[in-house]
């Protein structure tokens, strides 16, 4: 009778007990189509690591992504629950319509407009670290950061990574490692295994409470051999051999992490380029000089893969308005542009894209938007790349991943499709801590 009272007594405090904060690691891989993981067998993957996750742990079905479809805006809705009209990373290059940046892109943490999991977790009293995820220069509350940037390829890159990295975090790693940090343009899948080895060592230094690491090497490969290639497959699993060592790194530092293993975007084969560049400077929006260099313009592309921002210099001019509207109905109607759809400012803000934009072009599947650097090669050719993402994201090819396991989380659960803004509300119910500017509930009770 008295083992009997001791068990209900147990279970009543189990039932009354709240769920422990748990530690997390959130792994991205670029690009990871969640079917590639989903149906690995059937599609000739050898997967063993990231199959636990759907054997062991939840998953969704796909994860419905934000506008555009590409790196850093999904990145930083990961990060922070929010979409890119209200993180303010709505592209993954500045806006720069005098092309003096040398293409520079979204590096810093100081334009995100709300707090980041990183800066939660770090409110709470918990240690924070980060490996080569996108928007991470200078972020707060990043205790060990190993931020991405670039310039210009040369070896300098190196220098700068490890100029903005937290003071002496390279040279200590690179001591455990055996081996120099990776430059921040090099995305080979040789540079993806070297940045796993630093993560390695820095989990198993550090011990951190909440920790990103971001490997790039998939979204490179399907950009230049297009997705599903054999090509494609042998990085995966390659990648999926670095998972296996995170994961169990992670289980050493910390025995009751949970995991969770995203991507920011899906992928799309293309075989078209449409360059509105040309379509601008041929319509008098956009003045060039002689040796092509802007020297007035009325109206801008603001190109994201797929899909392609169009910003007025004087938004509230209607007639410069009716021009552009004009102009763009006109190359819808030519189907050699592949032009699907162009929004306007209250479509935009529905779908919480860049609130910069007067109008947003989605281009069909196959098609791919140029840059400035290809205007003077005509409004239409055959890209550079084979596989392309950024198209508006209720294109099916762009569903991202979201997978996660640990304790607590049931086993085999199939969560179905989810908002991608739901995962950093959920991330952060498991580690308990605040993350008020989301915009969507977690999902944080389907894991159980």
């Known amino acids: 009778m008295r083992r009997g009272l001791i068990a209900l007594a147990a279970a009543a405090a189990a039932i009354a007990a709240p769920t422990r904060a748990e530690p997390v690691l959130m792994i991205s891989i670029d690009g990871l189509r969640p079917a590639d993981v989903i149906e690995a067998d059937a599609r000739g993957l050898r997967l063993p690591n990231l199959r636990r996750f759907v054997t062991d742990g939840a998953y969704a079905q796909g994860v419905i992504g934000v506008l555009p479809t590409v790196t850093y805006p999904s990145h930083t809705t990961l990060i922070t629950g929010t979409s890119p009209a209200r993180h303010g990373i709505v592209g993954n290059t500045t806006f720069d319509p005098m092309q003096i940046n040398y293409g520079g892109w979204y590096w810093y943490a100081s334009d995100i407009k709300v707090p980041t999991l990183w800066s939660a977790a770090a409110a709470s009293g918990r240690s924070v670290a980060s490996v080569h995820w996108p928007v991470s220069v200078g972020a707060p509350g990043v205790t060990w950061n190993l931020p991405q940037i670039w310039r210009t390829g040369h070896d300098d890159d190196a220098k700068l990574v490890a100029a903005l990295s937290t003071p002496g975090l390279i040279d200590t790693l690179t001591a455990k490692v055996g081996a120099p940090y990776p430059a921040g343009i090099d995305e080979g899948i040789g540079s993806d295994e070297l940045r796993g080895r630093f993560a390695i060592g820095l989990i198993d230094m550090h011990h951190p409470y909440f920790a990103t690491v971001y490997l790039t090497s998939l979204d490179h490969e399907q950009h230049a051999e297009g997705p599903g290639t054999a090509k494609a497959h042998a990085v995966l699993e390659r990648i999926d051999a670095i998972v296996g060592q995170l994961v169990a790194a992670e289980r050493v530092a910390n025995a009751d992490a949970v995991i969770a293993i995203v991507s920011d975007h899906g992928f799309e084969a293309i075989s078209h380029e449409t360059n509105l560049f ?158 008020p500017a989301t915009e969507v509930p977690d999902v944080a009770d389907q894991l159980k």
């Open 278 to 435: 040309r379509a601008f400077i041929d319509a008098g929006l956009i003045k060039v000089d002689a040796n092509s260099k802007v020297t007035a313009w009325e109206a801008m592309p603001w190109p994201s893969g797929g899909s392609v921002a169009i910003v007025l210099k004087r938004p509230d001019d209607a007639a410069l308005t009716k021009r552009v509207g004009e102009l763009l109905v006109k190359l819808k109607a030519d189907p050699a542009t592949g032009i699907s759809e162009i929004a306007d400012r209250a479509v935009i803000a529905r779908i919480g894209g860049n609130p910069q934009a007067s109008f947003y072009i989605d281009l069909k599947p196959g098609f791919n938007a140029g840059a400035f650097s290809t205007a003077s090669k005509g409004l239409t050719r055959l890209p550079d790349y084979k596989g392309m993402h950024g198209y508006f994201p209720q294109a099916a090819n762009m569903r991202s991943t979201f997978m996660i396991m640990g304790p607590g989380i049931a086993r085999g659960r199939n969560l179905g499709e989810i908002d991608m803004r739901t995962i950093a509300p959920t991330l952060a119910a498991i580690m308990k801590i605040s993350l």
